[in-house]
């Protein structure tokens, strides 16, 4: 009798079908982590740059502002642009040819997007907030499990939206779950 060296064609199409059937099991929940995971790193570096353009205007007792740009130079109101972050000398929200470019972000991957204040968010040199400021991000599927919410308050505290109920949608400062628009 001959040792047998392989595997026969039944063996190979049962492993098949075993691995088939756990990939289509798995593979939704992976994609949700995927998304999941992808918000949270866009959130944290937006949060990121809010609270470096805080910083940066009680360090240098200057106004610091944060606004989209998608090129770098003048401000938008499509949060899903680049961010960038300036030094404005002149306090009047808009980047001229002399106020010093400081940090910029990516633009929102596509599958993404921000909703924002319609102006720039900009911080006074005692770190203050000129106003309440809300972005929202949501992936395109607009699902509410994935929205993730930034809150900047008049004093300039940058708050990160939580699951406090624990019930897979986060909720606003207020206690009222997040949807998307």
């Known amino acids: 009798m001959a040792?047998?060296?392989g595997v026969t064609l039944i063996e190979i199409l049962i492993s098949l079908a075993i691995v088939a059937i756990i990939m289509t099991a798995v593979a939704p929940s992976i994609?949700?982590?995927?998304i999941k995971n992808k918000i949270a790193s866009q959130i944290n570096e937006l949060s990121a740059v809010i609270q470096f353009a805080r910083?940066?205007?009680i360090d240098q007792q200057i106004s610091t502002v944060v606004c989209p740009s998608s090129d770098y130079s003048v401000c938008s109101n499509d949060w899903d642009a680049p961010k960038i972050v300036f030094i404005d000398i002149d306090g009047n929200g808009d980047r001229?040819?002399?106020e010093e470019l400081?940090?910029?972000?990516?633009?929102?991957?596509p599958n993404n997007y921000v909703t924002g204040p319609a102006n720039s968010l900009m911080f006074l040199p005692n770190g203050e907030a000129s106003g309440n400021y809300t972005l929202l991000i949501c992936?395109?599927?607009k699902e509410a499990e994935y929205a993730r919410q930034i809150t900047i308050t008049l004093q300039g505290r940058v708050k990160m939206?939580?699951?406090?109920?624990?019930?897979?949608?986060h909720e606003d400062t207020t206690g009222t779950e997040l949807s998307c628009p």
Do not use: M, Y
């Open 31 to 34: 994609q949700s982590i995927l």
């Open 96 to 98: 001229g040819s002399d």
């Open 3 to 5: 040792n047998q060296k």
């Open 102 to 109: 400081i940090a910029t972000t990516e633009a929102i991957s």
């Open 161 to 169: 939206s939580t699951d406090s109920d624990r019930n897979g949608i």
């Open 139 to 141: 992936h395109t599927d």
């Open 55 to 57: 910083n940066n205007s």
